[in-house]
């Protein structure tokens, strides 16, 4: 069982309040998501593509990321997904902006990387494959390619 802290909607713990994953997250009550987009010092981005089980099961991601756990701080969250999704182990990571949808709040974070390109590990379960893109291609990837749009808002706001 998968517990998180609750969240009111200016992101302060509720006290005494524990969310359970796959439990309906109550009225007035958020729960923390932390979004990593990885950059290579050359420009490029990694995208990773969602296992085929999953919900959007195929789609391209421009970040690594899941749901912090209880006592969970953002940045600790944030280090342990991309650790996990890609292989990367990095705790300078810059917060770029936060996004309230949905009962969850999402704190994206930018990972600057000069990593071996092939070094990337999957997580199984999680992702099935990864490609480094341009700047360029990034931005352009149809909305039924990518998962989430809001990410190529923060790449746009990065120039």
């Known amino acids: 069982m998968e517990l998180w802290d609750a969240y009111d909607k200016n992101f302060n713990k509720i006290s005494g309040t524990t969310l359970i994953r796959g439990k309906a997250i109550p009225a007035g009550c958020f729960h923390l998501v932390c979004d990593i987009l990885v950059r290579h010092t050359d420009g490029s981005y990694l995208l990773m593509q969602r296992d085929k089980r999953k919900k ?3 789609m391209w991601e421009a970040s690594a990321g899941g749901a912090a756990l209880k006592n969970e701080s953002p940045l600790e969250c944030a280090v342990r997904e991309l650790h996990e999704e890609t292989g990367i182990k990095s705790d300078d990571l810059t917060e770029v902006g936060q996004v309230t949808a949905n009962r969850t709040i999402y704190v994206e974070y930018l990972c600057e990387t000069a990593c071996k390109k092939d ?5 199984d379960g999680e992702t099935i494959a990864y490609k480094w893109v341009s700047r360029e291609e990034l931005l ?7 998962l ?5 808002k923060f790449i ?3 120039k």
């Open 119 to 123: 070094d990337i590990t999957l997580q």
């Open 156 to 158: 746009d706001e990065l």
């Open 56 to 58: 959007f099961g195929g």
């Open 140 to 146: 352009s990837m149809p909305k039924n390619k990518l």
């Open 148 to 152: 989430t749009e809001r990410i190529q």
